[in-house]
């Protein structure tokens, strides 16, 4: 794939961008086994040559001196170096008397952001979970976009059968709690937001965006509104009561598919914009027009991403922003709220259309606070008391893959003395941090420069259909394992096969007993097929899905249609086309039509109506994405740590002005909890007065991480002032936003 370029015998490879949900198609330049430029990819098929500083800060990544590449074994408190070998001997002997003697609850594992971004992290995380069959199963989603994938699964059938804005023929955007032009996108793969956004514009087209900080994405929109943090689920009653009041709910081609229409209109009687307004900051005439603009718009989508989940109302908010798509007739539609159809591993593309067998959530409950399981998952927020917290069940092992819950958490100081109470814990991991140097053995994972990848969720969620797959840019040292190859064998270990098992040979065991389960009959002659030419390992697993997908050859059957070995000769990605309608076909739920109005939604209802007597906090703090940090673990890379301080809270000039703090002063922060922490003070009108902004991911001074460029300038962890007490109840979600906090300034 690489091909020479000149005399120094640089070369070009393409790989698609492993670090966020935008999925840009990278051009990287090496020379001499080094990287020497890294741009966006003028030709890929779905990003077009963008991307952002991340993009090439992969170098950096990939050079870092402090990314781990042998295992660790502790030691006497120390981390040593192991071989791989001496590292599956430890974690077979700590691991599985405890298995053995506490059941297999006694283990939990916590798979964090990085996992959905390696093709082989998230093939083969996911057998080792089955494998090793416990209930104590948590991720980054209960921190982050849980009530979107419960919403929408009980809403369309599936967990990730996830409407997105089809914003290349969209005439009016509404967005909520999302700040595309800095994060580039989430639940909604869209590199180049701004770039899109300035099209649309350029096409007559609006954009809303109601956020309580006027955000790089406010500043590229139409129209801003501020709104009190956790109240969208009033605006959003309100809109959804404007349109049965006005007459406005226009169902279109979904009428026949759509059921509870009339339930929902009965639900929301009482919540009348004039009643909502005061409550979210925004008022009733505005709300009625927004209502009025999205319901008269001839294309046009609600968006609603992280402020409208990580809140304690998330499932709700996160329900009403599609109840608007499907109620004005811009759900499934052209220039609407669409849905993807991937090429590969999508579930709604999968088994019989049109029907399923639907979501259930609560299948069993945490031990300690009772939380229902969602997704196979408790919240995160309620780990550290089932490791605290004794009694038949108590979790004694944890297994991180890609996470960094002491920071990323509610309540970070409190997970991490409870990891310390931990009998084992192991972390799958490229960094020694502020999680991973409470474990036991940490496994390094491949740079991702060098391992092929093909996104595994991200085209369920992109805002184009296509298909891209990118080769290795490095062959990996030697000696060296990737993580699905480190996560087979601890599946070996798990199934009691012991630490030196075959992963060859139980990976086509595995690959096997998958393919009977999906394809019956026909699994020997599959098997064979792939076999003979994909290698081991994820790349096998990708040409069975792309196949056997809904673009695939059919194994023969369709000989025009897709396998590996075709993507593979497309090195700018093979496009399928702009979003297309897929209902009825794309439900899996039991009745086969569109659930409007789930019973436990509307059950949690009343929560709303409570909400609206309380007092309304005087300060609140909020998140913040900025373009240069990414979550809890970039910020070692040099080319995105320096520059200004960033770590920075956001205070409105009249809450500056009443507490006393000056731009560039040191505030504290303080919590409910009596928690405080420390930023420096930027004083800014792009806040909502009464709200405050601080960004999360810092905290790089905890002793014992290997992190050198990070605790140059370790800044302030949110996370240790937020609550691990508050969630939002039906989807287990932690509450991230709008918590209630007090500054003051530091001498
Ligand atoms: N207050 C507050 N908290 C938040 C958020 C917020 O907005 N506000 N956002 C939340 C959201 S949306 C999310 S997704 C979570 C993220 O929560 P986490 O997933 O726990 O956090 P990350 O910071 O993404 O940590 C990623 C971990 O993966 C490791 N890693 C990186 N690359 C690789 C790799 O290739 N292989 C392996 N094995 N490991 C790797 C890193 O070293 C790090 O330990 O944080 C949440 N926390
Ligand atoms: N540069 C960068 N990019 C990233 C990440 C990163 O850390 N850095 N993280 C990645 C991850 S894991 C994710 S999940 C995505 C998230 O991507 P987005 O969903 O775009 O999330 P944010 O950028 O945090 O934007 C959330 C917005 O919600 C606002 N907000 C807070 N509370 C409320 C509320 O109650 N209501 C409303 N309406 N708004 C509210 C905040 O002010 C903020 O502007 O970003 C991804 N991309
Ligand atoms: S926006 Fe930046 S971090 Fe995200 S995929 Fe593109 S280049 Fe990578
Ligand atoms: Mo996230």
């Known amino acids: 794939m690489n091909q020479p370029l000149d005399e120094n015998n640089e070369t070009i490879a393409h790989r698609v961008c492993p670090l966020c949900e935008a999925c840009c198609g990278l051009e990287l330049r090496v020379s001499n086994g080094k990287v020497t430029s890294i741009r966006g990819h003028e030709a890929d098929v779905f990003s077009r040559g963008y991307l952002c500083p991340k993009g090439v800060a992969l170098k950096d990544l990939h050079e870092d001196p402090d990314r781990l590449r042998t295992p660790l074994i502790k030691r006497d408190g120390r981390f040593v170096a192991a071989s791989w070998d001496e590292a599956f001997d430890e974690i077979e002997r700590r691991l599985m008397p405890l298995l053995n003697e506490h059941g297999r609850d006694a283990a939990a594992v916590v798979l964090g952001n990085p996992t959905v971004h390696k093709m082989g992290v998230g093939l083969y995380g996911p057998r080792f979970l089955k494998a090793l069959g416990s209930k104590q199963v948590y991720s980054a989603s209960t921190l982050d976009q849980m009530p979107k994938q419960l919403s929408s699964g ?84 309100g809109m959804v009561h404007t349109l049965f009041d006005e007459g406005l709910v226009k169902l279109g081609r979904l009428a026949p598919h759509v059921a509870g229409v009339e339930e929902v209109q009965q639900a929301v009687v009482g919540y009348t914009p004039e009643r ?35 809140q304690e109302f998330g499932s709700l908010s996160s329900w009403l922003v599609d109840v ?36 259930i959530t609560g299948r069993h409950k945490s031990r300690v606070s009772g939380a229902p399981e969602v997704f196979g998952e408790f919240p995160t927020t309620c780990l550290a008391e089932e490791i605290e917290t004794p009694g038949p069940g108590q979790v004694k092992a944890l297994v991180t893959i890609g996470s960094n819950p002491v920071l990323s958490a509610p309540n ?49 969620l992109s805002y184009r259909n ?21 996560l087979t064998r601890l599946t070996g270990i798990v199934m009691g096969l012991g630490a030196r ?9 595995l690959t096997l007993e998958q393919l009977r389960r999906s394809a019956g009959e026909h699994a020997e002659a599959m098997f064979e097929a792939v076999s003979a030419v994909a290698s081991r390992g994820p790349e096998r697993l990708l040409d069975l899905a792309l196949r056997s997908g809904p673009y695939g050859d059919g194994f023969g059957a369709r000989p025009d249609g897709l396998s590996l070995a075709k993507l593979k000769q497309a090195p700018d990605g093979i496009d399928l086309g702009p979003l297309a309608p897929r209902i009825p076909e794309v439900l899996r739920t039991p009745s086969g039509r569109i659930e409007l109005a789930p019973p436990s939604l509307l059950a949690d209802l009343p929560r709303v109506a409570a909400d609206l007597e309380r007092p309304v906090p005087d300060l609140v703090i909020v998140g913040r994405r900025q373009v240069r940090s990414n979550n809890s673990w970039m910020h070692n890379l040099p080319t995105l740590a320096k520059g200004p301080v960033r770590c920075t809270v956001l205070v409105h000039p009249h809450d500056a002005q009443r507490l006393g703090l000056r731009d560039g002063a040191t505030a504290r922060i303080a919590g409910r909890s009596g928690r ?17 902004s601080l960004p999360h991911g810092w905290g790089h001074d905890l002793p014992g991480s290997q992190l050198s460029v990070a605790a140059l300038r370790p800044g302030a962890n949110l996370n240790a002032l937020l609550d691990d007490g508050v969630r939002d109840p039906l989807s287990g979600n932690a509450v991230l936003g709008g918590v209630p906090v007090t500054l003051s300034a530091l001498a």
Request: hydrophobic fraction near 45%; aromatic fraction near 8%; include cysteine.
């Open 324 to 359: 608007l798509n499907v109620l004005t007739g811009h759900l499934d539609e052209p220039g609407g709220a669409m849905f993807p159809k991937a090429a590969a591993f999508a579930v709604n593309t999968a088994g019989r259309p049109g029907s399923g067998r639907g979501v």
């Open 466 to 486: 296509h298909a891209r797959y990118s080769p290795a840019v490095f062959a990996p040292p030697a000696g060296a394992w990737p993580e699905w190859r480190a």
């Open 676 to 692: 405080s922490v420390e930023a420096p003070v930027q004083v800014s009108d792009e806040m909502m007065p009464g709200v405050v």
């Open 276 to 310: 909502m307004a005061a409550r979210c900051g925004i008022d009733a005439q505005e709300m009625r027009e927004l209502a009025r603009a999205l319901a008269g718009a001839e294309r046009a989508a609600v968006y609603g991403r992280l402020g409208t989940c990580t």
């Open 154 to 237: 009980l809403m369309f059938g599936h967990w990730l059968s996830i409407p997105v804005p089809d914003i290349e023929r969209c005439d009016f955007l509404l967005v909520l709690g999302a700040n595309p032009v800095a994060s580039n996108g989430s639940l909604w793969t869209v590199p180049d937001f701004r770039g899109k956004a300035k099209q649309m514009r350029a096409r007559g087209g609006r954009i809303v965006v109601v956020d309580p900080r006027r955000t790089e994405t406010a500043e590229v929109a139409d129209r801003h509104l501020f709104i009190r943090p956790g109240s969208d689920v009033f605006l959003l009653l």
């Open 412 to 460: 970070g100081p409190r997970l991490a003395a409870a990891l310390d109470q931990l009998d084992f814990m192991l972390s799958v991991d490229i960094y020694l941090n502020e999680t991973t140097r409470h474990a036991d053995v940490i496994l390094p994972g491949l740079s991702a420069l060098e391992e092929a990848h093909y996104d595994v969720a991200f085209p369920q």
């Open 501 to 509: 098992a075959d992963v060859d040979a139980l990976d086509d065991q």
